[in-house]
């Protein structure tokens, strides 16, 4: 199976911050990569799949970038409603690996 | 609206089956992969399992952790896909999660994404 790992495992910053999630697999991915945001009792939204494409209705502050191993997620400037968890996912072999998840608070 | 709602949660003892529902809305259902999450209280996501649409062959795939003890079926004549378990554990104690799951292409490859979510439904394996 593919290992996803993200770093952070949790993270603190304030409103305005430019705030980058790393997650890093086993093996490479090509471009096969999701991100999503969850937030406490709620389902997981799709920020981000293909490692960059932004899916519709998503906020342009939101990107993503990388390909093969190294994956990025950059928050441009936080806003109150970021504060939230953010998983990374690869689709590019079964099992659909998630990484752990890492949690952003306010500082 | 597009839309999908889980239902069957509930408490069952351990070595029992259950069986979820996930009944889908507002597109069309046959046209899509459908993926099973999971998860664990005060825990990340699992992914469990997913069924590919009849075009791409309807096949299923699974995590290592359900292979064996949990079936994933779909009727695209009333849009809903089901998740089967079998000989639950304590460990199978989690929201579950039904997503929508539409594929793209790179080259000759395919990835999937998950892009409607339901609010999930709980399962409680206690005796």
């Known amino acids: 199976d593919i290992q996803m790992t993200q770093s952070p495992s949790s993270l603190s910053a304030s409103v305005g911050d430019r705030v980058t999630i790393t997650c890093r697999a086993s093996q490479s991915l090509r471009t096969f990569l999701n991100w999503y945001q969850q937030k406490p009792g709620k389902p997981p939204n799709l920020l981000i799949y293909s490692a960059s494409s932004l899916q519709s209705g998503v906020p342009s502050r939101f990107s993503g970038s990388g390909s093969g191993t190294d994956f990025t997620l950059t928050i441009s400037s936080l806003q109150i409603e970021d504060f939230a968890t953010y998983y990374c996912q690869q689709t590019y072999t079964t099992p659909y690996t998630f990484g752990q998840g890492t949690k952003l608070e306010i500082k | 609206e597009v839309q999908v709602v889980e239902s069957g949660g509930g408490l069952v003892q351990p070595g029992r089956s259950l069986r979820l529902s996930c009944t889908s809305s507002?597109?069309?259902?046959?046209?899509?992969?459908m993926s099973w999450v999971r998860q664990a209280p005060g825990k990340g996501l699992e992914w469990v399992g997913f069924i590919r649409s009849k075009p791409h062959g309807g096949t299923t795939e699974y995590a290592a952790s359900v292979t064996g003890r949990f079936t994933i079926l779909r009727d695209d004549s009333k849009s809903i896909v089901y998740l089967h378990m079998n000989s639950l554990k304590t460990d199978d104690t989690a929201v579950y999660y039904c997503?929508?799951?539409?594929?793209?292409?790179?080259?000759?490859?395919?990835?999937?994404?998950?892009?409607?979510w339901g609010k999930g439904t709980t399962v409680t394996v206690s005796s």
């Open positions: 507002g597109f069309t259902f046959g046209d899509y992969a």
């Open positions: 997503s929508r799951a539409p594929r793209y292409s790179i080259g000759w490859l395919g990835g999937y994404f998950m892009d409607v």
